[in-house]
């Protein structure tokens, strides 16, 4: 099952945090605006910056920005400095990898599962954190725009 582990969604949530806020944040004041514990954070804002996702200012007045503008950094470019991979990794290996079952040479499910790794890999990357600052029913139609479900 696709999970958004816990890391990977407060590094959505402390980037967002820049974003509405806008202009620069100290570590302290991330971590009271979202609740979390100040190491956490640094070691989340670590992995962002190292992701290019923001950019840190040092000295005495120093804190965090954005590198880019909400609109320009996707949800997905946010979950890759976390966890530095697809976000979606599915079960099945590819046939020249050693099988882990009796259907590893032709399998049905694997394009299932590549199909279904490469959609929510699009989504991630067609929202930008300024889509996720938009009231839940204006996030819920962009989604619907990029990945419609089927209605009743």
């Known amino acids: 099952m696709f999970r958004v582990t816990r890391a990977e969604e407060q590094a959505v949530r402390l980037t ?11 570590l ?3 971590a009271a605006g979202e ?4 190491p956490t954070v640094a070691k ?7 992701g290019g996702v923001v950019q840190a200012v040092r000295g ?5 920005t954005l590198a880019d503008r909400p609109e320009a950094i996707s949800a997905g ?22 099988p882990d079952c009796m259907r590893s040479d032709d399998c049905g499910l694997r394009p299932v599962w590549k199909h279904l790794g490469e959609k929510v ?11 996720l600052l938009r009231r839940e029913a204006a996030a819920s139609r962009n989604l ?9």
């Open 16 to 26: 967002m945090r820049l974003a509405a806020d806008g202009g620069q944040k100290t």
């Open 28 to 30: 302290g004041e991330l």
């Open 35 to 38: 609740n979390l514990p100040e």
């Open 44 to 50: 989340l804002l670590g992995m962002l910056r190292r």
């Open 60 to 64: 005495r007045h120093g804190g965090y």
């Open 77 to 98: 470019a946010v979950i890759r400095s976390v966890c530095g991979e697809d976000v979606f990794e599915f079960p099945c290996h590819e046939a020249n990898e050693p």
């Open 121 to 131: 890999a699009e989504v991630l990357e067609q929202t930008s954190i300024a889509d």
């Open 144 to 152: 619907q725009e990029l990945w419609p479900l089927a209605k009743d």
